[in-house]
């Protein structure tokens, strides 16, 4: 498996962001697809997930409202739209499958500041 993720960046509190992730090397479609993050000195945490064939979402704590996983199997493509940004949400984000596949990408780097 392989992901690579995209779409990060650096914005003001209440702002918004949308992630992507190209994932290859597996049957997308029949994997449970996940956004993790890991913030500096922290390990790294489940933010959300999205269930094959049913599409079924659920959320940390600390996203739920704010943040909105989804997929595209016909492309292979994970998305994070996430509103209301807060600095605690600053980390690094990775997709990978739920549960994880060895393999993690680069993620991409989100920095919510002043």
């Known amino acids: 498996a392989e992901f690579v993720e995209s779409g990060g960046g650096s914005v003001q509190p209440g702002g918004s962001l949308r992630l992507s992730c190209a994932a290859t090397?597996?049957?997308?479609?029949?994997?449970?697809m996940a956004w993790y993050r890991q913030a500096p000195g922290k390990q790294r945490e489940f933010v959300a997930g999205i269930i094959s064939g049913n599409f079924k979402t659920n959320y940390a704590d600390s996203v739920k409202g704010r943040f909105s996983i989804s997929r595209d199997d016909a492309k292979s493509m994970a998305y994070l739209q996430m509103d209301w940004l807060k600095p605690e949400d600053t980390a690094v984000y990775f997709c990978?499958?739920?549960?994880?596949?060895?393999?993690w990408g680069p993620g991409t780097q989100v920095t919510v500041s002043p």
């Open positions: 990978n499958t739920r549960p994880t596949s060895r393999a």
């Open positions: 090397g597996f049957p997308f479609e029949l994997r449970t």
